[in-house]
């Protein structure tokens, strides 16, 4: 991963950088809202390293999970779908832990989390994800593909591709269009930043909108 898209993008807001994946990529970028910090909130900022999961009668451990949590480049952002399933708990304690010590960024979940009070306990890792449920994903869930484009809160990620997470939500910045969505999000604050002074000092969001010609 970039070390310098990762610090750039790490000072840009999540809304800002979901209106330059509608400008540049012409697509949607953000995640379905239910989406969001459950536990230990804070910002990440890294490349996806990705999990499919699938329904299942049969007792399985997640192994492909276990895997690229295990394998993944140090600062990555795992990503596990699940197809929106809000009722089975994909990410736990003894998963947690595995990332913490390989040094990732975060978990982003199209599914539940468990295990909330001992993660909170133990770790400062943040976990975004789709609902907090106690059911564990043994006979309910199977990993079936690792490192392979997945579809998460209504987006497609593909390994490698950017996850930004704040207060907002999450952001999935497609590999090939993150420097120009970059430079969008960076002009694009910088003139937000001008417009709330200028509003600030007219008592006037109408005079700012005329005059930097934008909402």
């Known amino acids: 991963m970039s070390n310098d898209f990762i610090d750039r993008l790490r000072k ?5 950088l979901s209106d330059g994946c509608d400008q540049i990529a012409g697509r949607r970028g953000f995640m379905d809202f239910e989406i969001k ?19 299942t009668n049969d007792p399985h451990l997640p192994e492909l999970a276990f895997d690229v949590i295990d394998e993944a ?33 975060g978990v982003v979940l199209d599914g539940g989390v468990r295990d909330v009070e001992l993660i909170k306990r133990d770790t ?19 990993t079936i593909e690792k490192n ?20 907002d939500g999450i952001v999935s910045i497609p590999a090939d269009h ?7 999000a960076e002009e694009a604050e910088a003139t937000e930043e001008a417009m709330v002074k200028y509003i600030h000092e007219t008592g006037s969001i109408r005079k700012a909108t005329e005059k930097f010609g934008r909402a």
């Open 178 to 184: 993150v420097k120009a969505i970059i430079e969008f």
């Open 148 to 167: 392979v484009p997945v579809v998460v809160g209504g987006v497609l990620v593909k390994p490698g591709d950017y996850i930004v997470g704040d207060d």
């Open 37 to 55: 910090a459950r536990i230990n909130g804070r910002k990440i900022v890294g490349t996806a390293a990705t999990v499919l999961e699938g329904p």
């Open 73 to 105: 480049e140090k600062g990555s952002v795992i990503v596990i779908s699940s197809d929106g399933d809000k009722n089975t708990a994909i990410w736990g304690e003894l998963m947690n832990a595995g990332a913490c010590v390989n040094g990732h960024e």
């Open 124 to 142: 400062d890792f943040p976990v975004y994800a789709r609902s907090i449920v106690p059911a564990s994903s043994i006979g309910r869930l199977k």
């Open 12 to 16: 840009l807001a999540v809304a800002t």
